[in-house]
């Protein structure tokens, strides 16, 4: 099952109409973002600096449905700054003959702290399709991509549609990140009943931007290394 706090983001979709592009999503907001490329968005282009695999499977026994997130960070090569991209990949759904499986949303958390994101999906990258919609967390903390048209996994046999996300790319001012982060995905299976909850899954160590140090703080020390320095030169 899920929150309650992830639920709420999710509904926040079903009520609220799309602007005709999609703009920097602060705290509290929702854009509806039309995709990108490095040709559109030169910014995109950089140096990987992360890039690993996390393992994910829905269900046991004779149904499961299985992906892998790859965790990516790129650092721009023009803002020197980095760009998070986690994006849902390798499905394989192990349910026999009837069951599909549909990702119909996922959520990240670990972004507190920064006032803009710039959020959008890259089209000219691996993956099928991008999200139609995400929102973001009063707190700023909480982001959750939702897709109009979920990512299918089919059945086993005879194998059909096995959609892949195509990358998030959430810019922010961060140089510095850490893989304390969680992703919840949230799915359903085709045999479910439509008022059914959604089943989710939680997995840990996804990249998340460490919020830099003000200027301040940096004056401070150097201060305070200048006055140690002093202090041992007098001694």
Do not use: C, W
């Not at 926040?12 to 920097?24: G, K, R």
């Amino acid at each position: 099952m899920f929150s309650v706090r992830a639920l709420a983001a999710i509904a926040v979709f079903a009520i609220t109409s799309p602007p005709a592009v999609a703009a920097p999503l602060s705290p509290g907001g929702v854009i509806f973002p039309t995709g990108t490329s490095v040709a559109a968005d030169p910014d995109q282009a950089g140096v990987i600096v992360n890039d690993n695999l996390i393992d994910a499977a829905f269900g046991a026994g004779f149904f499961q449905a299985t992906y892998r997130v790859q965790n990516r960070v790129v650092l721009s090569n023009t803002l020197n700054t980095l760009s998070f991209r986690p994006r849902i990949r390798d499905p394989f759904n192990s349910g026999g003959f009837s069951e599909r499986f549909d990702i119909v949303a996922f959520s990240l958390t670990g972004f507190a702290g920064f006032n803009l994101l710039d959020v959008d999906f890259l089209t000219d990258a691996q993956g099928d399709k991008g999200p139609t919609s995400v929102s973001r967390s009063a707190d700023g903390d909480l982001l959750t991509f939702r897709y109009g048209d979920p990512l299918h996994n089919d059945f086993l046999n005879p194998p059909g549609v096995r959609d892949e996300s195509l990358f998030p790319a959430i810019k922010t001012n961060a140089t510095r990140f850490k893989n304390k982060g969680t992703m919840t995905l949230f799915g359903r299976r085709s045999d479910a009943d439509p008022n059914d909850p959604l089943i989710s899954l939680t997995i840990t160590g996804l990249a998340t931007p460490v919020v830099p140090l003000p200027a301040s703080v940096f004056l401070l020390l150097a201060g305070i290394a200048g006055l140690g320095a002093l202090g041992r030169k007098r001694s």
